[in-house]
């Protein structure tokens, strides 16, 4: 395939209407929505794309039942455990973005661990966005300039960038979302700036590989220009 992203970001929406279509419980569409996480891991791989980016749980899904909550918090558990081998067969490396202090300790040690483990590998970066708010990763940057004494003129953009979540990934190129709703719900604010946004009707646990193949072509299409003038434009000249 040509003129692929090298990072994809994926905001995975509808599980639960995945779920309620079938009259099954929550709990049942965020399984599904599991399987389709492992389906895109293998298929991203196996396009070699270097980075991909999943929004897991946001800042704002807190407010769910707390039933709900433990549920998808003891699923991170589950497939961090379920996906170490092939993570470690495939050369996958995982990563974090989000709020490390509000993780259950299970949770949080679990992916400290396949980090530690999984930090061998070098053919493809797989990071979850847990606990994670854009705003948040903005604030915080903030927070530790302001904490390190910087001056306003030594506060630059790689600099700024350098006190954020993750600092080592690339800006996304594509950004997902399924579900239907054209949002971006406070996912990577600032490094998505300028990255292609790709919204699908289909609800998360549907989403197979001719679906990420349907997104990839129409990235293929895009043209990004990043501000310039279009590569098919006239000349300035009168
Ligand atoms: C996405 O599916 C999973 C998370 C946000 C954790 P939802 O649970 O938001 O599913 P809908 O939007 O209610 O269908
Ligand atoms: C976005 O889905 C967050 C994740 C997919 C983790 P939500 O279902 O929480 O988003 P809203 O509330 O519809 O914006
Ligand atoms: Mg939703």
């Given at each position: ?43 991203c791989r196996s396009l070699n794309i270097p980075y991909v980016t999943l929004y897991a749980f946001s800042k704002e899904n807190w407010n769910r039942p707390q039933a709900e ?170």
């Amino acid at each position: 395939m040509q003129n692929l992203p090298g990072h994809i970001a994926v905001i995975m929406d509808g599980n639960g209407r995945w779920a309620e279509k079938r009259g099954l419980s929550r709990s049942q569409g965020h399984l599904a929505g599991m399987d389709a996480v492992s389906s895109l891991v293998g298929e991203c791989r196996s396009l070699n794309i270097p980075y991909v980016t999943l929004y897991a749980f946001s800042k704002e899904n807190w407010n769910r039942p707390q039933a709900e909550v433990s549920f998808l918090f003891d699923l991170f558990l589950r497939f961090v455990r379920q996906e170490m081998p092939l993570m470690m067969k495939r050369g996958i490396r995982l990563g974090f973005i989000g709020d490390k202090r509000d993780l259950p300790l299970s949770v949080r040690r679990a992916l400290e661990l396949a980090m530690a483990k999984t930090s061998v590998n070098a053919d493809m970066m797989l990071t979850l966005a847990i606990s994670y708010s854009g705003r948040e990763d903005i604030l915080q940057a903030a927070r530790r300039a302001l904490a390190a004494g910087l001056s306003p003129e030594e506060l630059d953009e790689k600099r700024f960038r350098s006190l954020m979540y993750a600092p080592e990934l690339p800006d996304p190129d594509l950004i997902i979302r399924t579900s239907g709703e054209c949002r971006i719900s406070n996912f990577l604010l600032f490094q998505g700036a300028y990255a292609e946004l790709y919204f699908t009707p289909l609800l998360w646990p549907d989403f197979d590989a001719q679906a990420l193949h349907d997104a990839l072509d129409e990235y293929a299409r895009r043209e990004r220009r990043f501000g310039r003038t279009s590569a098919c434009a006239g000349s300035v000249e009168a």
